[in-house]
T-cell receptor, first 114, second 112 residues
Framework: EAAVTQSPRNKVAVTGGKVTLSCNQT?????MYWYRQDTGHGLRLIHY???????EKGDIPDGYKASRPSQENFSLILELATPSQTSVYFC?????????????FGEGSKLTVL | QQKVQQSPESLIVPEGGMASLNCTSS?????YFWWYRQHSGKSPKMLM?????GEKEEGRFTVHLNKASLHTSLHIRDSQPSDSALYLC????????????FGSGTKVIVLP
């Protein structure tokens, strides 16, 4: 099965600090995504990418940056973390065409901002 | 911004019973729907997809789609305790280049 690995799995950060969440996929998928999950909100799209060097804003990009330096790696960066960014973050990779919707998710990164 | 609405928010089903979940999109550009299942503390995994009007069955799971009303439903027959999970509906609008939008999910609890 397709493999998506996230790190760190758990992170405690201070308000105003910088946080980088990393994601690596071995599926050779062009598309990668960052979602956050909060109770009552399902999965909300933050940023996504169609390939190395590209990043696109999702539905809730404010306060987040993304970086796609290679096909395999996609990072989510919080330059100035705030308590409202406390959440579980999921990275996913997916194919193209009709396979766009078949996403493979990592195990999630739980971020707590104090 | 595309909205995906799911109902009910939660559902309690006796073991062996039928669970019925609903999902509607407000975006007329939506072309495809997916259903994902997420067990507690785990990541979401794709359960079924449906692209054409009608019905699709895979084992105990059946998905219906009505493209005119942008409504899809998931039915789980002979529910098992292992079916207890959060079920997420996802839709894609605007062609292959668009990312998925997820609903807030339906939490299903199957009681033995």
């Amino acid at each position: 099965e397709a493999a998506v690995t996230q790190s760190p799995r758990n992170k405690v950060a201070v308000t105003g600090g910088k946080v980088t969440l990393s994601c690596n996929q071995t599926n050779n998928h062009n598309n990668m995504y960052w979602y956050r999950q909060d109770t009552g909100h399902g999965l909300r799209l933050i940023h996504y990418s169609y390939g190395a060097g590209s990043t696109e804003k999702g539905d809730i990009p404010d306060g987040y940056k993304a970086s796609r330096p290679s096909q395999e790696n996609f990072s989510l960066i919080l330059e100035l973390a705030t308590p409202s960014q406390t959440s579980v973050y999921f990275c996913a990779s997916g194919g193209t065409g009709e396979n766009t919707g078949q996403l493979y998710f990592g195990e999630g990164s739980k971020l707590t901002v104090l | 911004q595309q909205k995906v609405q799911q109902s009910p928010e939660s559902l309690i089903v006796p073991e062996g019973g039928m669970a019925s979940l609903n999902c509607t999109s407000s975006d007329r550009n939506v072309d495809y729907f997916w259903w994902y299942r997420q067990h507690s503390g785990k990541s979401p995994k794709m359960l079924m997809s449906i692209f054409s009007n009608g019905e699709k069955e895979e084992g105990r799971f059946t998905v219906h789609l009505n493209k005119a009303s942008l409504h899809t439903s998931l039915h789980i027959r002979d529910s098992q305790p292992s079916d207890s999970a959060l079920y997420l509906c996802a839709a894609r609008g605007g062609g292959f280049a668009s990312a998925l939008t997820f609903g807030s999910g339906t939490k299903v609890i199957v009681l033995p």
